[in-house]
């Protein structure tokens, strides 16, 4: 499974649940793998080491975005690809920064490919209702499949734990968030737990936070899924996992 030509990645993105399940799939394949949780963090970083790939969610605290790319451009190596990653499709402008760009959930075969092609090459990102097929079940077989070839079976609950584990938390921010109209906040947590639950098949709670995100875009408190809903999907995937790691 290890790569004929295994690569130094610089991940930056503060989500726990997409460090470390970019960390364990991408090591897996015997890439060498440092995360930090800001933009800050892997500007502080960069003098001291350098990556050939440094991919980076377009959504963070602080510095982020265009602007992060551009700071980033002028302290990497021209030869470094730069890759930005979100669980939602991109602006023009934002994908201009970068040499490629990744939809979440996206496979470690499509990040080989974007490392390797050069930005003239790049392929359009997918729409987002690509990311997961709509069903009844709170989880993607297919995607779950693939990552079972990949991980085993310890480290794949685990990766499922801490993403239920991080959606809850995430929930908590968003009933407090709706109690105060905060509706950036609503969608910025959504918009978190769409990208974790999305890379690991959690199909349900995939689909319910994109709703939020949506209903959260339009400063619509009403569309948005209660949080009882969504813990309630929390619940049905734990149950389903229970039975499957058993």
Known sequence: MASAHPIR???????????ELLSAILGMHGHDVTTVASG????????????????TDLQLPGLSGHALATALRSAIDPKTRLLGMSGSAPSAHERSAFDAFLLKPFTAEQFAEAAATSASSSPNP????????????????????RLSKQLPPAKLKELFQLTLSDARMRLG???????????????????????????VG????????????????????QDTPAVADFLAACVRLERMLDTRFS
Do not use: C, W, Y
């Open 9 to 19: 990645i610089l991940v930056i993105d503060d989500d726990a649940v997409m460090t």
């Open 40 to 55: 800050e963090a892997a500007l502080a970083l960069l003098p001291a080491q350098t990556f050939d790939v440094v991919l």
């Open 126 to 145: 997918p729409s987002e209702s690509q990311t997961l097929d709509p069903g009844p079940s709170p989880l993607d077989e297919a995607i779950v499949a």
């Open 173 to 199: 921010l968003i009933q407090t968030a709706l109690a105060a109209d905060d509706m950036d906040t609503v969608r910025r947590e959504a918009h978190a737990i769409k990208g974790g639950a999305g890379m």
């Open 202 to 221: 959690a199909t349900e709670l995939h689909q319910m936070a994109a709703k939020a995100e949506n209903a959260a875009s339009k400063g619509s408190a």
